[in-house]
Structure formats: C-alpha cells, structure tokens
C-alpha cells in the first residue's frame, strides 16, 4: 500500500530543504530543525518571493511553493554541489 | 542579481539538442526546428547584452567538439541520472547545470511531462521564457529574488514577442558581471536598398576595456585588507568587516558577493565588526575564533556555550610581561601541528594536542615575528595550505613560506585578489618589483601597504 502522504508541514520543511533555505536531511545523524530555524527559513523563503515575512507556513506562502518553478535551489551552498557530484559518482 | 560563482573561460559557446518534446504532450505545431527556433531567441536575449556568442552544433560539429558542445539540451521525465529527477506535469519544469569542467556543466532539462508551448495560455508552459532562465544558469547565473528578473525561481508566463525581448535590468546587471557589456550592436541594413548589398568596412573596434566595477562588494572583495583568513575544513574564508568569503577546496568562491558572518557563524555578538583570527584546531575539528581580548571557540558553526572566554586564559605575555591585548594571526603550522599566534611583532607556540583547558604557550616564547624572514611581521592573517606551506596574508599580498621554512630571504609576493578572489589583474607595485620605475630616476620608496 501506498506510504501516507507527509502532513503540509512535512512538504512545506521539504520544500525548504529541496530549495536550500534549511539544511538537507542526513540520514546519518539525527539532527532535529529547531523551531527557530524552521521559521527563519520559512521567512527567508517569504522574503525571497516577495510574500509578506510571517514566518508561518500560510496560504500564500503554501501557494507559491505550489507554483511551478526550476528544479535548481534558491541558495546554494557548497553542501548541494558535492552531493551532486557523489550523485553522478554513484 | 546572485552569481554562482563559476562561468565559462571563453565567450564564444556552442550548444546541441539531444531529445524533442514528446508530440502527445506538446502542442501539435511544436516540431523540432521550432523548438531550435525558440531556443536561439533565448540565447540571443543574453548575447544581446554581453559579449557572448552561441552556436549551434550540427551533427558533424559534434565530433569534433566533444559529445554536444558546451550546452547539451534535452527534454527528459522523471529519474534522469543527474540527482534532480522531474516530478510530472507542475512541479518542477527544468533545470540546468552552472558552468565548469565537469561533464554535466551547461547541460539544460527540461520536464518533458510538462505541456510546453510557444506564447500558450496557462494550460501549458511556455518554452522561452523558462529556457532564458535556464539558460541563465547554464552561463552562470543562480536564482535572483529581484523583481523583475528571468532569474527568479517561480514560472512567469510567456512574453508577447520574443524577437524583441530584453532582459530585465537585474539579469543584464548580472550577466555583464560576468562576461562584460557588449560593445556594439551588429549595423542594421536596410531592406531592399539595392541587388548587391555592399558592405563598409567598418572601422577596427576599440581595444577591449575591463568590465568597470562599481559596486561596493566588488570593491571589499578586490581591494584586500582582510581582518582573518583561515583554512576551515579545507576551505579558505576571507573575513572583513561583518563579512566574509569563501574558497571552496575546487578552488571557487561559493559566491562572489560576501556573505555576512553573523548569518552562518552562529554565537557571536550580532554587533561584531571585525573578526581578528580564526583557526580550526586539527585534532579535534573545533574552530576558535579571537576578537579583541576575548576568544570564542566553536564546533562546526555554532559557538559551544560558555564563550566567550578572556584572551588571558591563553597565558600569553610579551617580552616585556606587559599583556595581550589581542591575536593579529593564528594558524596550525602543518608541519609540525604545532598552534601560532601572532600579536605586535612576536608569537608565541602552542602544543595543543587534545586538551583545551589550561593551555599554555611552550616555554621560551613569545619570540621576534622577524625570525619568519621575508615576510611582514605583522601579519593580517595566517594558514597551512597546499604542501604544509606557511601562507601569510597582509593588505592585497600573500606570501609563501615553503614547507617548514623560516628564513627565505627572497619571498615574492602575489596578490591575494587575482590569486584567491577571482579579481581582475591589476599590475600594482610591490616592494621587491616596483611595475614603474620613477620617471626622471629619482629614488622612490615604496611601503608593505601599498
């Protein structure tokens, strides 16, 4: 059977990840978000798209990530690109 | 505008079509040469504003310039074996790589679920708009949170006419950053002037003249003076004022605009202004940063509670028992693993090994910075890099004391901004190669400042 679809929350934080406002998940530690950083990331998301800064997963900030867009991050880190190159490696 | 950090070595490009759009999922009229139609008006919107040329390879051109040429587009679905698989119709739309040496660089996708289209409604995705964007990153342009601007991550709709289409001024700002302004526009002839059309030697254009820089963040970065540089997990960062730079260990900046340090180092007070030295302790990875009379040390890039701590914790004393008031330099010397600091032309060694309270300085320091010949005794800054050599760091030089060495008498210095942070060449006089001779022969001097 089909794995349960992640709560919005869940999709909004890896939408974040997938698009470099919090740092990607590493399944050898288990490092938490903390709230602050979730909701800094969120802002910074906000900010980026011109939305108003509430650091809340709200409508608008749930539509935009709904909004077709490029596959590339919005901040791109030095973390990002040698994943892709272990990637292609692989 | 925001620049990744790579762009291509050369200006004259050349790019290949690998896959076609599906028929069923296009619009019936989309057919090859006018996919390749579209994607030329995509390029000419960015050679219209920098001195950039691009081809299109045909099949025999492609053997003879590798598999593709510099831009390889293709429309694929799903997992593609590039790390960024498509997620069906929405979603994400296409991708493409930054510039570079690696055999994915400049290679452009696009969803092939997605119902591209030319000037369509919002029931498909107009194929321009979105490979003006990608074609941005394939040159070397990352997103842009500026409106207007094709660099922005979210889909914006078709444009009325593409073969008149301009950039938006953030993305030519951002292109010319890179690449310089295009001189001239091609000449224009007029229709039906004659059978034969004649045409006039043009006059020799004008030498090319360096891209004029004019922002404050170019200024920061190119004119030197850095309060810290230090090599961090094999990464050399460039601290000044709240900012910092970073050399990633391919030997890029991660971005060419500075980012500010109280962002990523976490811990430190959010005034902080001016970093005086950083090093990363090799036994244990952690990183210990010194600010006037007080010293904080971090693991990773947050600081462990308790900092900061006072300077005097580190017993150091001059030559004349008065105190230290601040660190100017400090780095692990590979060679020997041994910690330096530097403060007021003397410095004092450490045996760090794997204890961190109660550290002292080894016995019979501080010693004379002038014992390290050839370079300044008053150091900006400090690092082990390449072989195990010594890198001092003072205004925009860098010298090299090779693995070990304290006594090169002729150490020549280069220059950190064309050398480390990616800055056009400048011939600037240095002590030991004054680039102009006075004039009329009269002695001239030049100090370690200039």
Same mark, same amino acid.
């Given at each position: 059977?089909?794995?349960?679809?992640?709560?919005?929350?869940?999709?909004?934080?890896?939408?974040?990840?997938?698009?470099?406002?919090?740092?990607?998940?590493?399944?050898?530690?288990?490092?938490?978000?903390?709230?602050?950083?979730?909701?800094?990331?969120?802002?910074?998301?906000?900010?980026?798209?011109?939305?108003?800064?509430?650091?809340?997963?709200?409508?608008?900030?749930?539509?935009?990530?709904?909004?077709?867009?490029?596959?590339?991050?919005?901040?791109?880190?030095?973390?990002?690109?040698?994943?892709?190159?272990?990637?292609?490696?692989? | 505008?925001?620049?990744?950090?790579?762009?291509?070595?050369?200006?004259?490009?050349?790019?290949?079509?690998?896959?076609?759009?599906?028929?069923?999922? %296009?619009?019936?009229?989309?057919?090859?040469?006018?996919?390749?139609?579209?994607?030329?008006?995509?390029?000419?919107?960015?050679?219209?504003?920098?001195?950039?040329?691009?081809?299109?390879?045909?099949?025999?051109?492609?053997?003879?310039?590798?598999?593709?040429?510099?831009?390889?587009? %293709?429309?694929?679905?799903?997992?593609?074996?590039?790390?960024?698989?498509?997620?069906?119709?929405?979603?994400?739309?296409?991708?493409?790589?930054?510039?570079?040496?690696?055999?994915?660089?400049?290679?452009?996708?696009?969803?092939?679920?997605?119902?591209?289209?030319?000037?369509?409604?919002?029931?498909?995705?107009?194929?321009?708009?979105?490979?003006?964007?990608?074609?941005?990153?394939?040159?070397?342009?990352?997103?842009?949170?500026?409106?207007?601007?094709?660099?922005?991550?979210?889909?914006?709709?078709?444009?009325?006419?593409?073969?008149?289409?301009?950039?938006?001024?953030?993305?030519?700002?951002?292109?010319?950053?890179?690449?310089?302004?295009?001189?001239?526009?091609?000449?224009?002839?007029?229709?039906?002037?004659?059978?034969?059309? %004649?045409?006039?030697?043009?006059?020799?254009?004008?030498?090319?003249?360096?891209?004029?820089?004019?922002?404050? %963040?170019?200024?920061?970065?190119?004119?030197?003076?850095?309060?810290?540089?230090?090599n961090?997990?094999?990464?050399?960062?460039?601290?000044?004022?709240?900012?910092?730079?970073?050399?990633?260990?391919?030997?890029?900046?991660?971005?060419?605009?500075?980012?500010?340090?109280?962002?990523?180092?976490?811990?430190?007070?959010?005034?902080?202004?001016?970093?005086?030295?950083?090093?990363e302790?090799k036994?244990?990875?952690?990183?210990?940063?010194?600010?006037?009379?007080?010293?904080?040390?971090?693991?990773?890039?947050?600081?462990?509670?308790?900092?900061?701590?006072?300077?005097?914790?580190?017993?150091?004393?001059?030559?004349?028992?008065?105190?230290?008031?601040?660190?100017?330099?400090?780095f692990v010397w590979a060679h020997n693993g041994k910690t330096y600091?530097?403060?007021?032309?003397?410095?004092?060694?450490?045996?760090?090994?794997?204890?961190?309270?109660?550290?002292?300085?080894?016995?019979?320091?501080?010693?004379?910075?002038?014992?390290?010949?050839?370079?300044?005794?008053?150091?900006?800054?400090i690092i082990s890099w390449g072989e195990g050599d010594a890198y001092?760091?003072?205004?925009?030089?860098?010298?090299?004391m090779?693995r070990g060495?304290?006594?090169?008498?002729?150490?020549?210095?280069?220059?950190?901004?064309?050398?480390?942070?990616?800055?056009?060449?400048?011939?600037?006089?240095?002590?030991?190669?004054?680039?102009?001779?006075?004039?009329?022969?009269?002695?001239?001097?030049?100090?370690?400042?200039?």
């Amino acid at each position: 059977s089909p794995a349960p679809m992640p709560d919005q929350y869940a999709r909004g934080l890896d939408w974040l990840s997938r698009y470099g406002y919090l740092p990607p998940p590493d399944p050898r530690t288990s490092k938490l978000q903390t709230k602050d950083g979730v909701e800094r990331a969120i802002r910074e998301m906000q900010r980026f798209g011109g939305l108003e800064e509430t650091g809340r997963l709200d409508k608008d900030t749930l539509n935009l990530m709904q909004t077709p867009r490029c596959s590339l991050p919005d901040i791109v880190g030095s973390e990002d690109m040698l994943k892709r190159k272990r990637r292609r490696k692989r | 505008y925001a620049l990744s950090g790579l762009r291509w070595d050369r200006t004259d490009l050349t790019w290949s079509v690998h896959s076609y759009p599906n028929p069923s999922r %296009s619009t019936s009229v989309f057919q090859p040469d006018m996919v390749k139609g579209i994607l030329t008006q995509a390029f000419k919107a960015w050679s219209d504003v920098a001195p950039l040329s691009f081809r299109q390879l045909s099949g025999n051109d492609r053997e003879d310039m590798g598999p593709g040429g510099d831009i390889r587009v %293709s429309f694929t679905r799903s997992l593609h074996d590039d790390g960024y698989p498509f997620d069906g119709r929405g979603g994400t739309l296409a991708h493409a790589f930054f510039p570079g040496r690696d055999d994915v660089a400049g290679d452009t996708h696009f969803d092939d679920d997605e119902y591209w289209s030319y000037g369509g409604d919002s029931s498909s995705t107009d194929l321009f708009t979105v490979a003006v964007h990608e074609f941005g990153h394939a040159l070397g342009l990352s997103h842009s949170s500026s409106d207007p601007s094709i660099m922005r991550p979210y889909y914006q709709g078709a444009v009325k006419d593409i073969s008149s289409y301009n950039l938006p001024l953030d993305d030519r700002m951002a292109i010319q950053e890179l690449y310089g302004r295009k001189e001239s526009k091609p000449t224009v002839h007029p229709r039906g002037s004659g059978s034969t059309p %004649s045409h006039p030697r043009l006059p020799s254009p004008p030498p090319p003249r360096p891209t004029k820089h004019s922002d404050r %963040s170019f200024q920061n970065r190119c004119e030197g003076g850095f309060d810290a540089v230090a090599n961090i997990r094999g990464e050399v960062f460039f601290f000044k004022g709240p900012h910092f730079w970073r050399m990633q260990r391919t030997g890029n900046l991660v971005s060419l605009n500075p980012a500010l340090i109280r962002n990523f180092w976490m811990g430190l007070p959010p005034e902080t202004n001016k970093i005086d030295a950083v090093y990363e302790r090799k036994s244990d990875g952690i990183i210990i940063f010194f600010i006037g009379a007080q010293y904080w040390v971090f693991k990773d890039n947050v600081a462990r509670p308790g900092y900061p701590r006072p300077l005097a914790e580190w017993g150091m004393s001059t030559k004349d028992g008065g105190k230290v008031e601040r660190v100017e330099a400090a780095f692990v010397w590979a060679h020997n693993g041994k910690t330096y600091l530097f403060s007021m032309g003397e410095f004092w060694k450490f045996d760090e090994g794997r204890k961190e309270e109660g550290r002292k300085p080894e016995g019979g320091y501080p010693k004379d910075a002038a014992l390290w010949r050839g370079v300044p005794t008053d150091p900006d800054d400090i690092i082990s890099w390449g072989e195990g050599d010594a890198y001092f760091f003072k205004d925009n030089l860098y010298w090299v004391m090779q693995r070990g060495g304290l006594d090169q008498d002729n150490v020549t210095p280069k220059s950190i901004a064309v050398d480390w942070l990616r800055c056009p060449h400048v011939p600037t006089p240095t002590p030991h190669l004054p680039a102009n001779p006075h004039p009329r022969g009269k002695d001239c001097s030049c100090d370690l400042s200039r």
